[in-house]
């Protein structure tokens, strides 16, 4: 049966921090839900209570959207091997981008990522453990390297570019932060 905790233990961030894949979840009081899995080496595990993650380029930009209307976020792990672990993260969450300080103050946990985008800092509120008894059993291979290689292709201008035609606005048609 699930459990709820107030914060992370040892044990919970060990497995976090073992995690491939992730997913992200928010939404605004109307509108679209998001539902987004990532992957390469974006997240980072600050304390019991928080986690940053490294938000990158994308064919849109809803968490972002949504984060400014509504700070709610769900985060989800799955083990796909070992113990049978589903893992979920509730808390607030703000977006903040390459001009600010909380950017300057945390990107260097990051490897330097093309297309990096935003650093998510979520506020951990509820914890909730259950069972990943229906996740399949699944071998990972590698991370793809696609967005990356993309990215550099792009460089830095071509990326500002993306951003203005693709992430500015949401499904919804709300702005982002990057159209800021």
Known sequence: MGRKLDKLTPALIDFIKSQKLFFVATAMEKGTINLSPKGLDSLRVLDENRVVWLNLTGSGNETSTHLLNKDRITMMFCAFDGDPIILRLYGSAQAYRS??????????????????????????????ISCGMGVPIMEHKHQRESLVDWAENQGEEG??????KKNTVSLDGYPTDISE
């Open 159 to 164: 990326l500002k570019k993306y951003w203005a």
């Open 99 to 128: 001009n600010t300080e909380f950017w300057k103050e945390h990107i260097g946990l990051f490897p330097k990522i093309a297309g990096s985008r935003q650093l998510v800092d979520v506020k951990i509120d509820l914890v909730q």
